[in-house]
């Protein structure tokens, strides 16, 4: 696998394969710079580990990520739905409340929003195991949120939100 050969990911633990399919998808060069920028994972990280605006301003990700060392029949559920929550703290959650390393993240999305600039907002969740029909219920349902805060607090904004689960077999992404 490719993602195993990638000796510079390991200084980010976890979140290797979450950059590395970053990378894959957004097509970045720097990774150090990109996850610089939207890495947003820590212990009070309201359950966003990934935000990331696409440099026109056009696409928002919200992502989280899990890598687990031990064979599981799928991916926990309960972090696609984790999901949820970070949708409505990115989008909607009081400033002043969100931490450090979200503040900057959420001001910025939230800023290339209300300008009409953000036309997708893709939801991942990003794993090294199966997919599951559990796990896309639950992306289904933050994508539903996201989708409606973005109505509630961007009237004018046209944004076309979707959600893909990116586990071992590739990804299965859905329109809402």
Known sequence: MAFQERDDLADYGDNGLLLFVAQLKLGFDDVDTFAANALTDHSNDKKCDLVALSPDRQRLILAQGAFSKKERWAAPANKASDLNTGAAWLLAGPVDELPETLRGAALE?????????????????????????????????????????????????????????????????RRR
Do not use: C
């Open 109 to 173: 999305a939230r800023s290339a929003l209300a300008s009409g600039d953000v036309k997708e907002m893709q939801i991942w969740y990003v794993h090294n195991l199966p997919e599951s029909a559990n796990v896309e219920k639950e992306l289904r349902q933050a994508a539903e949120t996201a989708d409606s805060i973005i109505h509630r607090e961007f009237p004018a904004a046209q944004v076309d939100v979707s959600y893909a689960e990116i586990g071992r077999t590739g990804s299965r992404r």
